[in-house]
Nanobody, 125 residues
Framework: QGPLAESGGGLVQPGGSLTLSCEYS????????IAWFRQTPSNGREGVACISATDGRTYYPISVEGRFIISRNNAKNTASLQMNNLRLEDAAVYHCATRLRECDHSKNDYGVTYWGKGTGVFVSS
């Protein structure tokens, strides 16, 4: 699948916004669903967004629905996670991830099989 490279993390105040970016190889293009999951020592891994490869359908958990938006641009080999109205509990290391074709929304992390090293998001006043 090739490397995934996340960027865009940083420090933000509660209520603020951040946009994370993910660059992926051409082999990911149209065959793989792209997801974002976050990880903390206390809460473990939680999928926060996924966009399917076939129809572009998106999935979000209740914890971020209405605040996070995932998108992909295969022409530029990039995906984004726009995060609005950030809360203290959103602080985590965020990873861009992939799985073949569809998001498995029956799994906590959408069934991803490959992910990048992650980028840190810090929410503090």
């Amino acid at each position: 699948q090739g490397p995934l490279a996340e960027s865009g993390g940083g420090l933000v105040q509660p209520g603020g916004s951040l946009t994370l970016s993910c660059e992926y190889s051409e082999s990911v293009l149209e065959r793989y669903a792209i997801a974002w999951f976050r990880q903390t020592p206390s809460n473990g891994r939680e999928g926060v967004a996924c966009i399917s490869a076939t129809d572009g359908r998106t999935y979000y958990p209740i914890s971020v629905e209405g605040r996070f938006i995932i998108s992909r641009n295969n022409a530029k080999n990039t995906a984004s996670l726009q995060m609005n109205n950030l809360r203290l509990e959103d602080a985590a290391v965020y990873h861009c991830a992939t799985r073949l074709r569809e998001c498995d929304h029956s799994k906590n992390d959408y069934g991803v099989t490959y992910w990048g090293k992650g980028t840190g998001v810090f929410v503090s006043s």
